[in-house]
C-alpha cells in the first residue's frame, strides 16, 4: 500500500473523555514519522470559531436551533480556510470534534433531530467526510467526574443529555464501521494511542 501523504482524522467522544490527550500523541507520532501535521479543533480552530466558541459555550443562553447554526457556521468557515486547504497541501489533519458532535449534541442531545442536523453539517463543510473518525468512549458518570467542578454551559447538562450523546457517536459507529473506531476511554492512554495506529497501519500510515 502507498503511504498516504494526507488524511483528516478526527477525535470525537463525551466531554472529559481524553480526545486532546490522543490527538497529541496522534500528532507527535505522525511528526516523528516525517508526516506534515496540522492540529486543529472545532469550535475554536479559527479566529472567528473561537469568537463562536466563547459565544455558544461562555456567554448567555443560546437557543438549540441558534447553537446548531452557530456551530455549521464555524464548521464551514474553518473547512475552507483550514482544513481543506492543509489536505491539499499533502498533510495530515488532526481535529478535536467535527461534524459529528453536532449531530450527536444538537441532533441527539437537544433532540433537534439527527438527520435535518446532518444535511446541515455536511453542506456546511460541502460533504467533507473523514478518513477516520476515533470515538474515544467514556460514560457520562466518569466525563462529570473527570471534569470536576469546571463546566462550560454544554458541559453542565444533565447526565441524561451526555448519554443521549453518547449512543448517538456509537450508533454512528456502529452503522459506518469502516470508518470509525471506538476505544475505550477508561483505558490507558498509550494503549488508546496503540490502538489508533494500528488503525492507521491499515490506511497505509505505519508508525512505531
Do not use: N
Not at 478526527?10 to 497529541?24: L, M, P, R
Not at 446532518?118 to 460533504?127: H, I, K, P
Not at 478518513?131 to 467526574?145: K, M, Y
Not at 459507529?173 to 471506538?182: E, G, I, K, S, T
Amino acid at each position: 500500500m502507498t503511504r498516504p501523504s494526507a488524511l483528516f482524522i478526527v477525535f470525537e467522544g463525551g466531554d472529559g473523555a481524553g480526545k486532546s490527550t490522543q490527538v497529541h500523541l496522534l500528532a507527535d507520532a505522525l511528526r516523528a514519522a516525517e508526516y506534515a501535521v496540522t492540529v486543529t479543533r472545532q469550535p475554536g480552530g479559527t479566529a472567528l470559531g473561537r469568537s463562536i466558541r466563547d459565544l455558544v459555550l461562555h456567554g448567555d443562553h443560546v437557543s438549540a436551533r441558534a447553537e446548531a447554526l452557530l456551530f455549521a457556521a464555524d464548521k464551514a468557515h474553518h473547512v475552507d480556510q483550514l482544513i481543506r486547504p492543509a489536505l491539499q497541501a499533502g498533510e495530515m489533519v488532526i481535529c478535536d470534534r467535527y461534524t459529528d458532535s453536532s449531530v450527536a449534541y444538537q441532533g441527539a442531545g437537544r433532540a433537534l433531530g439527527a438527520d435535518e442536523v446532518q444535511s446541515l453539517q455536511m453542506w456546511a463543510v460541502a460533504d467533507l467526510v473523514p478518513d477516520l473518525t476515533v470515538i474515544v468512549d467514556i460514560s457520562p458518570a466518569e466525563g462529570r467526574r473527570r471534569r470536576g467542578d469546571t463546566h462550560d454551559r454544554l458541559e453542565a447538562e444533565e447526565d441524561a443529555f451526555h448519554a443521549a450523546i453518547r449512543a448517538h457517536f456509537l450508533a454512528m459507529a456502529a452503522a459506518y464501521p469502516q470508518r470509525y473506531l471506538v476505544v475505550d476511554g477508561m483505558a490507558p492512554a498509550e494503549h488508546i494511542h496503540e490502538a489508533v495506529c494500528a488503525r492507521l497501519g491499515t490506511l497505509g500510515v505505519h508508525l512505531t
